[in-house]
């Protein structure tokens, strides 16, 4: 029923001279806990969709106790239109904590507000498990397109590592324009939000943050174009020690890079829907110092 198609071990710092702390020899790392990524399920009044979605779903509660999974995180384009009810009610049956993010399509549908009403109930939810949630204000107005934008912003901790939930969807819709990723630099925009929520990080071990977000933050089709990459990591990069990985999906395939200036990890997750039924599952270590880890790359068959 499984095949494993990868391993890689991720952390931009994985050695006792980087950065920490000269108070005598590091640490070994201990296994902390495990996440899950899926992405792209496209719940679109398509029932093969809704069981590939299931049956993900399903396979991970199974091996969530096994595994150590405390999260599963959903990287956008999970539902729209007709199936954006659909896609919270299918998620909802997860025994295993999920975390949804926004995607592009159904800013192209229209939906923008409406997911977040849909999915208010599940960010409530994560606020009780992990002990509180700080959301970015909504709505702001965007004054690129004129119009207000619900950005899907939020932050958790759990476990010592910070989770980062980053919308940089394009509200465009234009066909190309609108598959890229936007910082929304602007009052009340992505960039400003992200830029506080790095600088506010209080102490902790290196290679503690975790971004999520529909488009991963890479240079790339399908994400950031140069100057907004350049922008980027040309601020980000001085957090470096704490930013470890940037994961996201969008693109339907696999692909894992490190980030030019910034040195983080980026992962992007294929589709449930298209092709193989894939995932990935992220373990964590710790040691107090800093936290490393390793992704595994799974293909269920059909």
Known sequence: MLT?????CTGASTTADSGL????????LEYVFSFALIADPHIVSD????????????????????????????LGDIGWGDGLERSYELLDGFQTPWVPI????????????????????????????????????????NPTYERDAWYSNYTFAHQGVTFMVLDWCSRSHEPIWGDTAELHDHDGGTWGWFQDQVKSLPDGPQESV???SHMAMHLG????????????????????????????????MNIDDVATVGGWDVHVVDATWDDSLSLSIVDVWGNGRRFAYELERLVLDR
Do not use: C, K
């Open 4 to 8: 494993m198609l990868a391993l890689a």
């Open 21 to 28: 702390t000269d108070s005598g020899p590091e640490p070994a």
């Open 47 to 74: 029932p093969e969709h809704e069981e590939r979605l299931i049956q993900a779903r399903d396979w991970l509660d199974d091996q969530a106790e096994d595994r150590g999974l405390e999260m599963v995180l959903v």
């Open 102 to 141: 926004a995607g592009d399509n159904m800013m192209h549908a229209g939906d923008e507000e409406r997911w977040q009403q849909v999915f208010a109930p599940q960010l409530a939810e994560l606020a009780t498990l992990f002990g509180g949630i700080d959301e970015a204000p909504q709505p702001s107005w």
């Open 210 to 212: 975790v971004m999520a």
């Open 221 to 252: 089709p399908g994400s950031f174009n140069i100057a907004a990459d350049d922008q980027l990591e040309g601020w980000a990069g001085a957090y470096a020690d704490r930013l470890a990985l940037s994961v996201g999906g969008h693109l339907h």
